[in-house]
């Protein structure tokens, strides 16, 4: 009797045992912290969003800043609620990870501050430089006041407002001098009136360059802090726990299904042995009624497992309600006959229209103002494949037009005609946003060159003043020769019978000819007169590539000749590869014209060039010599494609995954911003339908290759 009840007492702990470990996972636990950390990330992008926002002046204050920085100190308390199925192992990881993360916002929080405090500062002077300089300029008529500084004042306010815009380190030591100059020259004049408000806008205009470049070190530092990588640390510690208690409590069970088993085995096979004394009757009755028992046994388990299954789906369920709910895009579900039944909360925010007013409508008479027609006709073909548009046109509840990157996909149906499933995003501000980053690189280039064209035109003008001066000696060298010549005839006209006068007038005509050197004249003045042409000529070319190189166009795709832009462009960025390399052109004579923006198409090759001489004058500073850029075009097809070498330094193995990432650059701080080839690839890719890749050996230099499609 003991051992029976030890056995059953032992039977009974392993069941419940087995039964607390099925139920290892807190879901509902999982699914808070997965979401916790979902709110994180959309907090951190948007404080990097805000920064950028206030560093290019287009949000004014630091509220949203403070109450999301807030948000995530409080967010990193909940997150150190370790779930109780994690082991010790993944505890420690769980809590070293939150740690980090807690330390890599207090940094983040840190340099916000910092940022906040200088931009402050910097803002402030900003906005008042300008201010006293127009009151200078205006006070600068007054015969008591500063003199030349208004005038100096402009120079130099124009050149910080530039400055603040895309100058490096480097391009504020010019203005520093000029502030000094001003400060030590105009303003110890006696009797100079204004000399306050002077004084004033030069101590501004040392606080703008003192605290441009701190709040652009504090600005990519908060852009580079690690919180999202961190992040996703901590995501995949909680999914890799989750999944390996998931697998424990599945494991368990079955093995408590299996005891569970064999109890009821041995508990039927007890039964029998026990009543083999009886008659048969009731041996057979026992029989039956033990089958019937473990049939009973058999349903209950069976009703159990529904019921597990059933309350496992209603979760699913409402993770999956609340993931449509919080999703940042829109999201909308149609049935069979293409009437509305997903609705999520932000469709509700983006068109204006509730989930009362959308549930159940066509999705063609849903109240979005969009050209469905044209829409339904793009998603032609999804029964065989996703589509993907990513530049659907709509009217924003405020009348507004804006875009969408929308795609869809088919749903399961065992009908011919089936429900799909569209996710839009809202993404005009991202668009408006693109074109501001492709105009400040644009402004950068122009920038660069501004110095290089200005030299490559003053060359040419110099020997054309000289030789004009040259000119302007010579002809009046000549003026006494010319004098006398018209005497003479003069006089031979006269047929007088005197011939002293005349012999006179030959006399001077003969010493003015000597005076003036003529055999020189002769042979130096045509070829004055020609260097003179050859450098107008020069000045021509450079202008008119100039002038190709920012050619205005539409933003549309035209027939474009393509070895004219490339030289036009050549011709443009001479001055940043000239002291370093040498061009090889080799185009193809059987290219026809390319489908391009060529505005567009000249900055993607401008950058190019750009960074091939930078790679060169690396390489050059190392071994000396110099390198070589080549330039080729051939046709492939309908294709034509563009290839732009150099022998510079090549690009390292770990950055070759990158160098099209955003603000991802391996120059020195100052020199580039990051987005030189990220611009140029998606000008390629997304504007011109073509591709752009990149084959390069270490030490030997790199090649980028543009195929783009042949005009029809």
Same mark, same amino acid.
């Given at each position: 009797?003991?051992?029976?009840?030890?056995?059953?007492?032992?039977?009974?702990?392993?069941?419940?045992?087995?039964?607390?470990?099925?139920?290892?996972?807190?879901?509902?636990?999982?699914?808070?912290?997965?979401?916790?950390?979902?709110?994180?990330?959309?907090?951190?992008?948007?404080?990097?969003?805000?920064?950028?926002?206030?560093?290019?002046?287009?949000?004014?204050?630091?509220?949203?800043?403070?109450?999301?920085?807030?948000?995530?100190?409080?967010?990193?308390?909940?997150?150190?609620?370790?779930?109780?199925?994690?082991?010790?192992?993944?505890?420690?990881?769980?809590?070293?990870?939150?740690?980090?993360?807690?330390?890599?916002?207090?940094?983040?929080?840190?340099?916000?501050?910092?940022?906040?405090?200088?931009?402050?500062?910097?803002?402030?002077?900003?906005?008042?430089?300008?201010?006293?300089?127009?009151?200078?300029?205006?006070?600068?008529?007054?015969?008591?006041?500063?003199?030349?500084?208004?005038?100096?004042?402009?120079?130099?306010?124009?050149?910080?407002?530039?400055?603040?815009?895309?100058?490096?380190?480097?391009?504020?030591?010019?203005?520093?001098?000029?502030?000094?100059?001003?400060?030590?020259?105009?303003?110890?004049?006696?009797?100079?009136?204004?000399?306050?408000?002077?004084?004033?806008?030069?101590?501004?205009?040392?606080?703008?360059?003192?605290?441009?470049?701190?709040?652009?070190?504090?600005?990519?530092?908060?852009?580079?802090?690690?919180?999202? *990588?961190? !992040?996703? +640390?901590?995501?995949? @510690?909680? %999914?890799?726990?989750?999944?390996? &208690?998931?697998?424990? $409590?599945? =494991?368990?069970?079955?093995?408590?299904?299996?005891?569970?088993?064999?109890?009821?085995?041995?508990?039927?096979?007890?039964?029998?042995?026990?009543?083999?004394?009886?008659?048969?009757?009731?041996?057979?009755?026992?029989?039956?009624?033990?089958?019937?028992?473990?049939?009973?046994?058999?349903?209950?388990?069976?009703?159990?497992?529904?019921?597990?299954?059933?309350?496992?789906?209603?979760?699913?369920?409402?993770?999956?309600?609340?993931?449509?709910?919080?999703?940042?895009?829109?999201?909308?579900?149609?049935?069979?006959?293409?009437?509305?039944?997903?609705?999520?909360?932000?469709?509700?925010?983006?068109?204006?229209?509730?989930?009362?007013?959308?549930?159940? *409508?066509? !999705?063609? +008479?849903?109240?979005? @103002?969009? %050209?469905?027609?044209?829409?339904? &006709?793009?998603?032609? $073909?999804? =029964?065989?494949?996703?589509?993907?548009?990513?530049?659907?046109?709509?009217?924003?509840?405020?009348?507004?037009?804006?875009?969408?990157?929308?795609?869809?996909?088919?749903?399961?149906?065992?009908?011919?005609?089936?429900?799909?499933?569209?996710?839009?995003?809202?993404?005009?501000?991202?668009?408006?946003?693109?074109?501001?980053?492709?105009?400040?690189?644009?402004?950068?280039?122009?920038?660069?060159?501004?110095?290089?064209?200005?030299?490559?035109?003053?060359?040419?003008?110099?020997?054309?003043?000289?030789?004009?001066?040259?000119?302007?000696?010579?002809?009046?060298?000549?003026?006494?020769?010319?004098?006398?010549?018209?005497?003479?005839?003069?006089?031979?006209?006269?047929?007088?019978?005197?011939?002293?006068?005349?012999?006179?007038?030959?006399?001077?005509?003969?010493?003015?000819?000597?005076?003036?050197?003529?055999?020189?004249?002769?042979?130096?003045?045509?070829?004055?007169?020609?260097?003179?042409?050859?450098?107008?000529?020069?000045?021509?070319?450079?202008?008119?590539?100039?002038?190709?190189?920012?050619?205005?166009?539409?933003?549309?795709?035209?027939?474009?000749?393509?070895?004219?832009?490339?030289?036009?462009?050549?011709?443009?960025?001479?001055?940043?590869?000239?002291?370093?390399?040498?061009?090889?052109?080799?185009?193809?004579?059987?290219?026809?014209?390319?489908?391009?923006?060529?505005?567009?198409?000249?900055?993607?090759?401008?950058?190019?060039?750009?960074?091939?001489?930078?790679?060169?004058?690396?390489?050059?500073?190392?071994?000396?010599?110099?390198?070589?850029?080549?330039?080729?075009?051939?046709?492939?097809?309908?294709?034509?494609?563009?290839?732009?070498?150099?022998?510079?330094?090549?690009?390292?193995?770990?950055?070759?995954?990158?160098?099209?990432?955003?603000?991802?650059?391996?120059?020195?701080?100052?020199?580039?911003?990051?987005?030189?080839?990220?611009?140029?690839?998606?000008?390629?890719?997304?504007?011109?339908?073509?591709?752009?890749?990149?084959?390069?050996?270490?030490?030997?230099?790199?090649?980028?290759?543009?195929?783009?499609?042949?005009?029809?």
């Amino acid at each position: 009797m003991a051992s029976t009840l030890a056995t059953a007492s032992a039977a009974i702990f392993l069941i419940v045992f087995l039964y607390q470990k099925t139920k290892a996972v807190d879901l509902s636990g999982q699914a808070r912290l997965a979401q916790e950390i979902l709110l994180l990330r959309n907090v951190d992008t948007t404080i990097d969003q805000d920064v950028l926002r206030i560093r290019q002046g287009f949000l004014r204050h630091y509220d949203t800043l403070n109450d999301n920085l807030q948000r995530m100190e409080t967010s990193i308390a909940r997150l150190e609620a370790v779930p109780a199925y994690f082991r010790d192992a993944e505890r420690r990881a769980w809590l070293a990870d939150v740690g980090r993360f807690r330390a890599a916002v207090l940094d983040k929080r840190d340099a916000v501050e910092s940022f906040k405090s200088d931009h402050a500062i910097l803002a402030n002077s900003l906005h008042y430089l300008p201010n006293l300089v127009t009151a200078l300029v205006g006070a600068g008529t007054d015969p008591g006041s500063v003199g030349r500084a208004p005038e100096q004042l402009r120079a130099i306010l124009q050149e910080i407002l530039i400055y603040n815009l895309h100058g490096s380190a480097a391009d504020g030591m010019p203005i520093r001098k000029s502030v000094q100059d001003l400060r030590e020259g105009d303003l110890t004049r006696e009797g100079a009136r204004d000399r306050d408000d002077v004084r004033l806008a030069l101590n501004h205009a040392d606080r703008i360059l003192e605290y441009k470049p701190r709040v652009d070190l504090e600005c990519e530092r908060i852009l580079s802090a690690p919180t999202l *990588r961190i !992040l996703e +640390d901590i995501s995949t @510690t909680m %999914d890799e726990s989750g999944r390996m &208690a998931t697998w424990s $409590g599945n =494991a368990y069970r079955i093995v408590l299904i299996a005891v569970c088993a064999l109890l009821a085995g041995g508990v039927a096979y007890f039964l029998v042995r026990l009543r083999v004394a009886n008659d048969n009757l009731e041996q057979r009755v026992l029989v039956r009624t033990a089958a019937l028992s473990q049939a009973n046994l058999d349903l209950e388990e069976q009703i159990a497992q529904r019921q597990r299954a059933i309350a496992e789906l209603m979760s699913a369920q409402a993770r999956i309600q609340r993931i449509i709910t919080i999703m940042p895009s829109v999201l909308i579900g149609t049935d069979e006959d293409q009437r509305i039944v997903l609705w999520n909360a932000r469709a509700e925010i983006q068109f204006g229209i509730s989930v009362a007013q959308a549930m159940g *409508r066509p !999705l063609a +008479d849903c109240g979005i @103002t969009w %050209d469905f027609t044209a829409l339904s &006709a793009r998603l032609g $073909g999804i =029964a065989t494949a996703p589509i993907h548009l990513p530049d659907v046109a709509f009217v924003r509840p405020d009348g507004r037009p804006a875009l969408l990157a929308l795609s869809a996909c088919q749903l399961p149906s065992d009908r011919p005609t089936a429900g799909m499933l569209i996710a839009a995003t809202d993404i005009t501000d991202h668009k408006a946003m693109e074109a501001q980053l492709m105009q400040a690189q644009k402004l950068e280039s122009i920038g660069q060159l501004a110095a290089g064209v200005a030299h490559e035109i003053n060359t040419p003008v110099q020997f054309i003043g000289d030789n004009l001066c040259f000119l302007r000696d010579a002809f009046r060298d000549l003026m006494p020769v010319l004098s006398s010549s018209r005497s003479l005839l003069e006089a031979l006209d006269a047929q007088t019978t005197d011939a002293a006068p005349v012999a006179e007038i030959a006399c001077l005509l003969q010493q003015a000819t000597k005076n003036a050197d003529t055999e020189f004249l002769i042979a130096e003045v045509p070829k004055a007169i020609t260097q003179a042409i050859e450098g107008v000529e020069r000045v021509a070319t450079i202008v008119k590539s100039l002038k190709e190189f920012a050619h205005p166009d539409g933003g549309e795709l035209a027939p474009v000749d393509l070895q004219r832009t490339i030289e036009s462009t050549l011709n443009v960025a001479r001055s940043e590869y000239k002291y370093v390399a040498d061009v090889v052109t080799d185009f193809a004579a059987d290219l026809p014209h390319v489908q391009c923006i060529q505005g567009e198409f000249n900055q993607v090759v401008l950058n190019l060039i750009i960074n091939a001489a930078d790679a060169i004058g690396d390489a050059v500073a190392a071994r000396g010599g110099r390198g070589t850029i080549t330039v080729s075009t051939r046709r492939d097809g309908d294709t034509a494609e563009l290839r732009i070498g150099d022998t510079g330094t090549g690009i390292p193995e770990r950055v070759r995954a990158h160098i099209f990432d955003p603000f991802f650059t391996t120059k020195a701080v100052g020199k580039g911003t990051g987005q030189g080839l990220t611009i140029a690839h998606a000008i390629i890719v997304q504007k011109h339908h073509g591709t752009m890749t990149f084959e390069t050996t270490l030490g030997q230099g790199t090649t980028f290759i543009i195929r783009i499609p042949i005009a029809a």
